[in-house]
C-alpha cells in the first residue's frame, strides 16, 4: 500500500460531458493503492483564485467506480481462452482505473457557490475534517459546545467528530434517533457513550443535565454503574474524545413490584445491587390522571370519561358525601376504597330503583368500575390498591445522573402507563423549572412500538410527538432507538436533530427514507463493523461515517450472569431485603419476630412507608406502621369443682 | 507509483499551439484567408486518405539456414519486454492558401515502462509543426507563415516527401507530401526516444514499427522492432507460401534487410493467432532485430527468444483497437496515453 503523504495529492478531479461536477457532487481519481474509500472525507484545492481566493472544497466520497479499457467482458473471455486462471499469467495487466465521486461537504470561499473546479485532492486531515463538518464554528477554545461523538478514521487521519450540544441537547435543534439491526448491541452502546460524553463535555454555561432511561428489553441498561474492562483500541478512541472510560458515577435505578408487591421486577434484583434501586409504585390519584393511557376509546365513551373526571374532581382525595349514600362520609384514597365506594353507590341505586346517579347511569357507572377495577390487576406490582407512592424524585434531580425505570417485564398496559406519566411530569416540572435540572434526556428504545407510522393514535404516541415537536424548548430532550426507522412515526424521526445509524438491514435500506444515500453507502450500511455509526447531524451536509468505543460499561448479559436475578422469596426475605438498603443491621430473624402473624398487607404497607420515609431510625419506625398487637395473656382456666355423683344416681340426673 | 517517478520529457516544439490557436492567428494575420474547408475536428488526413504506400514485394536473404522455412516458437515463461515504444500522427488542413492546403501535423510518441505487470509511462515526446508548399505561395502568404507561433515545413522541398521529387502544385500531392513529412517527423521522434532508452537501459524494449530507421536503435540489442503492417512483404513465390503458411506460434527463418537509406536489420515473421478461417496476414506480424552478424545458431537462438518474448504478449487482447491481431496490449497502451494527451 502507498504510504500516505498527508500533504501530497492523492487524486484528481476529473468532470466529463457526460459525468460533470457540479456544486453539489465532484468526481476523482486515484492511484489504485490509495487509502480512499467510502465515506472518505478529502478536500480538493482548486488551480484558479475566486475573488481572489483559491478555492477548496470538502467532500466526502460517496460512490467508487472501478474499470479498465476492455470494451466488452467479451474481450476478457476470448483473450483468455475462456479460462480465468489464464489471466494471472498475462504479461500485463489491464489499464485500471479508481474513480470516486464525492458529496460536497463545504465550499471555501462559500460564495459564489460554484462547480467543483479541477484540481488536485488531498487526504482531509484533523483540521480540514473539522472545517469540512463546520465544526469549527462550536468547537472554539473556551466557548466549546462540541460533544465528541466518535472518531474519523482514515487513512492515517484520526479525527474526533463532535456534535453540537445546542443543536443536539437544544434550543436550536435537538433530539437523537438512532437505528440498526437488533444483536450488535450498537445501539444501547451508542448511547451509553454519548449519555458518557455529554455528561462530561456538556458546557457549564448550559446548566445541568441528566438522562431518563427506559429498560425495555433483557438486562440492557440494569449495570450502567458498573465497570468493564475495554480493549487499548477503545481507550484511544475515549482519550482521543477526552471522555472517561468508565461507567456512569451516579445511577438511579427503578422497578415496579411484582404481582406479590414484595419482590422487585427487575433484573437488577441481586441484593449486591440493591442500594439504588428504589420501588417504583403508584396509587388511584396518580394513575388516574392517566386513565387515558390505559383505557382504550372503545372504554371510555364521552359518558364514560365525564364519570372518571367526577371522579378524579369530587371523589379521590375529597371528603365526599350523597344524600342518597346516607350520612357515610368517603375519602377515596386508593383502588380499594375505589372499590368500596363504587359498592355503596350501586347498591344504593339498585336499593332506590333508580336508573341514575347525579346524570351517570347505572351501566356507565358499572362500566367504569368494570375498567377501573381493572386496571390495579393488569398493572399489578406498580399500581397498589393502598395508594402507596414510591416514584422518581421529581423537582431534586441531580445533575449528571441516570435515572433508569426497569418495564422490560412489564405489561404493555403499564409500560405506557409509566411513560406517559414519567414523561409528562418531567415536562410539567421543567415547565415549572423545578425539576432540579435544566435538561432531562429520555432515552426510549424500541421506537417503532410507542411511537409507530401506523396503527391506532395512542396516548404514547401523541405525547412522543409532543416531545419531539416541543420538548426542546423545554429542555426536554428525546433519545430514540429502533430497528427499522421506517417504522417509526415520520413527526418523531423527522425532529430528531441527530441521527444514527448502526448496521442496517437491505430490506429496510430499500425503503424511500434511505432514497438520498447513495448505493455505495447503504451497501456500507448494510456491513457497518460493530462500533461504527453514520451520523448525520445539522452542521454536517452529508452524512459521517466515525468509531466509537465500546462503552467502559458491563454489559447487560455480563451483568446477569455475574449479579444474577434474586430467586422468588418470601415476605419476610422480601422486607428484610427492602430495609436493609436503608439499615444494614436489620436481620431476617428481626423482621420476622417484629411481623409476627400480621397480615402481608400490613406488612408491606409498613415495608412501603419506611422506604418512602427513608427515617433515620429504620426499625422504630418500621414497627410503628404495625398496628400494635394485644400483649399475649395467660389466663387461668378457673378450677370447677367436680361434682360428686349423688350416692342414690349414679348417672348424675 | 513508478507512473510517478519516471521523468517526463519537455515538449520539444518550441511553441506548441493548437490547431485553433493557429486558426486564429492566421484570421488575425491575414483576414481574408478564410478558414474554409479547413479541418480541426472530425477525422485526420491519415485517417481519410487512403494509404500512400505500394504494395510491394521484395526478396531478403535468409541468414538462418538455406531458404525460408516455419519454426515452431514456445511462448516464453517470463514476459522480456520492459518497456513499449509507440508513436502517433495526426495531420488536419489549417487553411487553404491559393486553393493549396496549409498542413498542421502533430507527432507523439511515448515508452511506457512495466512494472509489476502495470504500465507507466517512462518519457514522452509532442511536437508539431505547419506543413506548405511556401515555393508555390506568395510572398504575402509566406511572410504571414513566418509570423506563426510554428516551426514551418516546406513540404515542396522537404527531403522526405515524394521521396525528393518536385512537388506538383495539385493540392492533393502537396497533402500526400505533407503526410509523408508528418509521417518521417514521426518516425523520428519515435527512434529519438528509442535511442534515449537505449542510452539509458539495458532491458529489451518493445518498439512498434520497424527500428532500421535509426542506426543508434537498430544496432543495439535491447532494441525489437514489429511490424503490424505488411504493405511490403520481405518473400517472393515458395518464400511467400510460407509466409502465408504459418501457424499460431510459428515463425520464419531469419533473413537480413538492406536498404541504402537503412541500417541492415535480421527479421523473421511470426504468427501469433490460429488464423483458419481468416485472411493470410491475419495475426502476422515481422520482428526486427540487430544484425549483429552473430553465427546461425546464436541467430536462431535469439529469434526464437525474442519471438517468444512476442507471443507472451498476446495476452491481454488489444481490443477494441481493430488491429487487435497483430497489436500487443502495450502498444495499445501507448496509443491509449498518446490519445490521453491529444
Known sequence: MTTTNQSSALGRVVATERKPNTPHEFHFWTALDSPVGIGTIVRVEGAHPVNGQIPQIYGVVVEGFSYTDLQTPLHDVMGHDGAPGSASLAATERAEIRLYSAAVLRQIPEEPMQPVPMGQVFLAQDADVAVALRMDGYIKEGSSTGIPIGVY??????????????????????????????????????????????????????????????????????????????????????????????????????????????????????????????????????????????????????????????????????????????????????????????????????????????????????????????????CAGLVTDDGAVSDLPFGSFQDRTVYVIDVASLEEAAQDLIFARVVTRLREHLEKRDLGVNHVIVFVDELNKYAPNDGPETYVRKMLLDLAERGRYLGLVLFSAQQFRSQVHRRVVGNSGTALYGRMDADELATPGYAVLSPAVKTKLASLEKGQLMVRHPHFTQPIFVRFPRPAIMRGRDGAERYPQAVDINLDAAVTRSLRTLDSSITLGWVQDAVGIRDEDEIIKARNATLRERPADVRKFFLAQLRPTVATQVVARPAAAVRSAPADDPYGF | MLAMSVTRAALESPGISSIRTLQRQLSALMPSAGLAGALSDGPSLEVSSSPLDLPRLISAVVIEGNALRARKVEPAIAPGFSAFLDGTQES??????????????????????????????????????????????????????????????????????????????????????????????????????????????????????????????????????????????????????????????????????????RTSVASWYLRLRDPSGRDPMWGLVRVEIADSGDTEAEIRRRADEVSGWVLAEVSPLALPDGRWDKMVYGIRDCEEFLRAIR
Open chain 2, 92 to 261: 488536419r488542413v489549417l487553411s487553404y492558401a491559393h486553393g493549396m492546403p496549409l498542413i498542421h501535423g502533430k507527432v507523439a510518441a511515448v515508452i511506457r515502462i512495466r512494472s509489476d505487470r502495470r504500465l507507466a509511462t517512462w518519457r514522452h515526446t509532442v511536437a508539431q509543426r505547419l506543413y506548405a508548399p511556401r515555393r508555390l505561395l506568395s510572398a504575402q502568404w509566406n511572410a504571414t507563415l513566418d509570423a506563426l507561433a510554428i516551426d514551418i515545413v516546406d513540404v515542396t522541398s522537404a527531403p522526405d516527401a515524394q521521396g525528393g521529387a518536385a512537388v506538383s502544385e495539385h493540392p492533393f500531392a502537396i497533402r500526400d507530401a505533407a503526410i509523408h513529412s508528418v509521417q518521417a517527423d514521426r518516425e523520428r521522434v519515435e527512434h529519438r526516444l528509442a535511442e534515449k532508452w537505449c542510452d539509458a537501459e539495458h532491458e529489451p524494449l518493445f518498439v512498434d514499427g520497424g527500428i532500421s530507421g535509426s542506426d543508434r536503435v537498430a544496432r543495439t540489442a535491447n532494441a525489437v522492432g514489429v511490424v503490424k503492417t505488411h504493405r511490403t512483404l520481405y518473400a517472393e513465390g515458395d518464400s511467400l507460401q510460407v509466409v502465408f503458411g504459418l501457424r499460431e506460434g510459428e515463425r520464419t527463418s531469419v533473413f537480413r534487410i538492406t536498404s541504402p537509406k
Open chain 1, 153 to 378: 478514521r482514515a487513512g492515517g487521519t484520526d479525527a474526533a467528530i463532535y456534535l453540537d450540544a445546542d443543536f443536539l441537547i437544544g434550543p436550536e435543534a435537538a433530539h437523537l434517533n438512532i437505528t440498526g439491526v437488533s444483536g450488535l448491541a450498537t445501539k444501547t452502546s451508542a448511547i451509553e457513550w454519548i449519555l458518557g460524553s455529554i455528561f462530561t463535555h456538556f458546557p457549564e454555561q448550559k446548566g445541568s443535565v441528566a438522562a431518563v432511561c427506559f429498560n425495555v428489553k433483557g438486562p440492557d441498561l440494569c449495570f450502567l454503574d458498573l465497570p468493564a474492562d475495554i480493549g487499548a483500541a477503545d481507550k484511544v478512541i475515549y482519550d482521543k474524545c477526552g471522555v472517561p472510560a468508565g461507567p456512569f458515577e451516579n445511577v438511579q435505578y427503578f422497578a415496579p413490584y411484582k404481582s406479590d408487591g414484595f419482590s422487585l421486577n427487575t433484573l437488577r434484583s441481586n441484593e449486591a445491587l440493591l442500594h439504588n434501586v428504589s420501588p417504583l409504585t403508584w396509587g388511584l390519584r396518580e394513575v388516574l390522571q392517566y386513565a387515558e393511557v390505559l383505557l382504550n376509546k372503545d372504554d371510555v365513551d364521552a359518558k364514560a370519561d365525564a364519570l372518571i373526571d367526577f371522579i378524579r374532581e369530587r371523589v379521590v382525595d375529597r371528603d365526599f358525601s350523597d344524600p342518597m349514600l346516607g350520612n357515610k362520609r368517603y375519602v377515596v384514597r386508593s383502588f380499594a376504597d375505589l372499590e368500596g365506594w363504587f359498592r355503596d353507590v350501586l347498591s344504593a341505586m339498585e336499593n332506590k330503583g333508580n336508573e341514575g346517579w347525579r346524570t351517570h347511569h347505572v351501566a356507565t357507572i358499572r362500566k367504569v368500575r368494570n375498567r377501573l377495577s381493572n386496571i390495579s390487576t393488569r
